[in-house]
């Protein structure tokens, strides 16, 4: 999804609209699936949450595909990587979970790793960074409010919910940014449209059967396929520092998920 995004908007469409094109066709391929699983929508049920949710992802999603106009996929993945620390620095607001010293030390750590990447002050920082970096926090948030949902509202229709209310507001905003697509494009808006829906629901399946803790480790390897996806399509391969500081990052998730899994 990410390798067609960036495709995307090198070849000059805007951000905005690979944005809705995004939700637009989730909800295209998630639909039929809703329809034949009997998942009726019940927008009423929680929704200031399910919708400030919705907005953390079109947020999240806007700030890292500006990123990836100039920024490797791998790159900027593992800037965006710092996410899970925030998610643990914020969980005494959200959800009222406290974090003890040693998850402390471990983002302390994940941050520091997120510095060797970015590199402050050697004059070869990229200017989109910024862009991932608020990106991380969105999803941070979004995250937090899924948990937060964690019980109150079933699987599918938080999934529902995000992808068309996601795609109505975004319909909102296309116009302003229009480019009509040629096959090309409409083939890449078809690709993100179906993997982002492919991913979410064998994320559904994997949560069926193992805890949040257990899996979060496993995330980790997007970083290995955006390297050979960003490689293949664009020829980008991350320095050794940026190798460096991803080594730092992952090890620190890793714990973090360990840590939880323990207290669990």
Known sequence: MDVAAKYLTQLGYPVLLVVWARFFFNALCLTPILILRRQPLQFRQHFGLQFIRTVMLISATFGFFMGLRTMGVADALAVYFVYPFIITLLSPLFLGERAGMRRL??????????????????????????????????????????????????????????????????????????????????????????????GHFLLIRAYDHAPAPVLAPFSYFEIVSATVLGYLVFGDFPEPMTWAGISVIAASGIYIGIRERKAR
Do not use: C, E, H
């Open 105 to 198: 030390s471990a983002v302390a750590v994940g941050f520091l790793g997120t510095l060797m990447i970015i590199r402050p002050g050697s004059g070869t920082i990229d200017p989109n960074v910024g862009y991932v970096l608020a990106a991380a926090v969105f999803f941070a948030i979004y995250n937090l409010l899924t948990r937060k949902l964690a019980g109150r509202a079933g699987s599918w229709q938080t999934l529902g919910f995000q992808s068309i209310v996601g795609a109505v507001l975004m319909s909102v905003v296309a116009p302003f940014v229009w480019r009509t697509p040629d096959l090309q494009a409409l083939s890449l808006f078809a690709i993100i449209g179906v993997f982002s829906t492919a």
